[in-house]
């Protein structure tokens, strides 16, 4: 809870942008205000009417142009986005999470476990087998997005197992220590499992021995069982059996003795090291791979108070696990999806940086890190000071200061035996180099990072509370997802920069003209406006609104996951937008200003009638001739620079209907 509490948030970056663009629009007004009416002060105090007629359509230019219009093409834009994520099984959760997620430059992607499609098994110390067992007899469907053609199919295999004692109490053990259940359902004529994946693995990898099948009818007592009749013969009768499994290295803890029957001995340095050096293979090779132990309780087990503990309920837990048995090792293949490696292969072109996260051995995280083309194959073509620290373990990192993380030439890609506070660890170091990161999670102890993270993502099958910690959900936990909406982010970023680009240009165009219009004095001396109020409303809730509406709808272009993140300190107004902005805007307010010169100069011979700005007469004739000129030039105005905004990086002129964006 304390961690919870603490979390400090971020601002979405589009709450940034709105607040830099409202900033920017009332200080411009100020600005304008303050500098006309110093101009105009020392004129005549009859001139001051006309300085609070202008100043007064000036801001109603900015104020109806930005804050009524850009907000609704925002929403929309926004939503339509959403929508799209839906139908590609993203949840979003927060509008802003899906346009910040364009601008990630690093994922940290906290790994889970799919549905695996092969066991292997390994020798324990001092054990004279070693066999494969046909996967023949226990056929479940595989999908087809976890198909991995490289490894043999085990159906192929016509090498049957012999069933050793030993064997028999490891897989005995695999099935007791487990909650998943596996079941033939009879009315699918399909095999049904629940439970966590990993444990579904052990289950389906006891069954295909054809010792997983009575399972459902043994009294379970956590991880402590009276051995049923069928079994006697392993365990004798009388005792308890305690099973247990877990981390190699945190089994191996527990253990004082390894092999099972006559074959039983104490755990020796070189016994140890055998295991070790299997592990390492096992792990070496993408496997997970689990240690599986036992212990005989003398006697029944019964809820006790243990003579060594102060507790009135239950033994100490270190009672209960304590002078182990190992019976063996387990590897466990879970290949990554078919789309995690090109995925990962369009994020690096992208110019994002994936990191894994995973609680397992070093040297399987190596490998699948290898496999998914997070790290490169070879890490002799990497400087030395990065090849050492792209893979690290949780403990060595979290013994580093913040100071000497600082000093890393790159962060690690890879973490195994993560813990909670290495993640947060992880993300305030990422913070510090000022990089944007969205986190992936499943778990109750995901939460905190969820939250500190620019963009939390939980898994659709992970926890209640990750999914609240988090700004977006994946559906089918698949990385493809992310991808997907990273891409959506992007389009709509770059959307985003069209038809605020679009919006702006117009309203620079509108306030030169505006600001120009006061050198134009009617025969009482008064400023006259080249176009009206209701005019200037008409075009920045009309005419500028629909195609505002098309550009946020625009599809992506071709090159979207080919450019590096946008720059999140600068958000939508780069210099080229400025730039743009400024140009178009000038142009705008020139030719309008122009053809406003020319109706009244050329047709009406310069007469600006009297009082024109209120009402209409006569006199006005010309003014209003001129004013509706002024609207038709820029209504088309507008209109062009919309196609033109389709592409910032490409002329109109060099647009064609149908090509791609």
Known sequence: MVLVREIQTTVPFLDTYANMEMGGVVTFVIILNVVIGFWQEYRA?????????????????????????????????MVVAVSVMSKANVVVRDLSALEALGGVTNIWKVTYQNIKEEVDVEESPKRDYDQERSAAALTFDVPA???????????????????????????????????????????????????????????????????????????????????PSSVIDLFGEGNSIVFCKGAVERILELCSFAGFGEDRHALTEDSLQIVMEQTTKLASQGQRVLAIAYREWEGKFTLRQSPESDAADAPLRREVENHLTLLGLVGIYDPPCRETKPSIAECSSAGIRVHMLTGDHPETAKAIAKEV?????????????????????????????????????????VIARCAPNTKTRMIEALRRRNAFMAMTGDGVNDAPSLSRADVGIAMGSGSDVAKSASKIVLADDKFNSIVAGIREGRRMFDNIQKFVLHLL?????????????????????????????????????????????????????????????????????TNQILVDMVVYGVMMGALTMATFVIVIYGAHGGDLGQDCNRHYSDMCHGVFRARAAVFAELTWLILVSAWEFKDLRRSLFRLHPNDDP
């Open 373 to 413: 083309g997070i790290i490169p194959k070879n890490l002799s073509t990497l400087p030395a000071a990065t090849a050492s620290s792209i893979v690290q373990i949780a403990t060595n990192f979290d013994k580093m200061t913040d100071e000497e993380i600082d000093a890393l030439d790159e962060l690690p890609l």
């Open 145 to 227: 997005e976890k198909l991995n053609l490289k490894r043999p199919d085990p159906s192929s295999s016509d090498v049957e197992a012999e069933v050793t004692p030993a064997l028999r109490a490891l897989l005995l053990s695999s099935a007791l220590c487990n909650l998943a259940t596996v079941r033939y359902d009879e009315t699918t004529s399909r095999w049904q499992t629940t439970g966590e994946p990993t444990e579904i693995a052990l289950q389906v990898f006891a069954h295909r021995f054809d010792l997983g099948k009575g399972a459902s009818f043994y009294r379970r007592m956590s991880v402590i069982y009276d051995p």
């Open 505 to 573: 240009s117009s309203n620079v165009g509108e306030v030169i003209l505006l600001v120009a219009g006061l050198a134009f004095r009617d025969r009482a001396g008064y400023s006259v406006f080249p176009i009206s109020p209701l005019e200037i409303l008409w075009i920045n809730m009309i005419t500028s609104s629909f195609p505002a509406f098309g550009l946020g709808r625009e599809a992506a272009a071709r090159n979207v996951m080919s450019k590096p993140p946008h720059d999140k300190n600068r958000g939508v107004f």
């Open 45 to 77: 105090e009859k001139r001051m009417d006309s300085l609070r007629a202008l100043s007064s359509p000036s801001a109603t230019v900015l104020r109806d142009g930005n804050t009524a219009v850009i907000p609704k093409v925002l929403t929309i834009t």
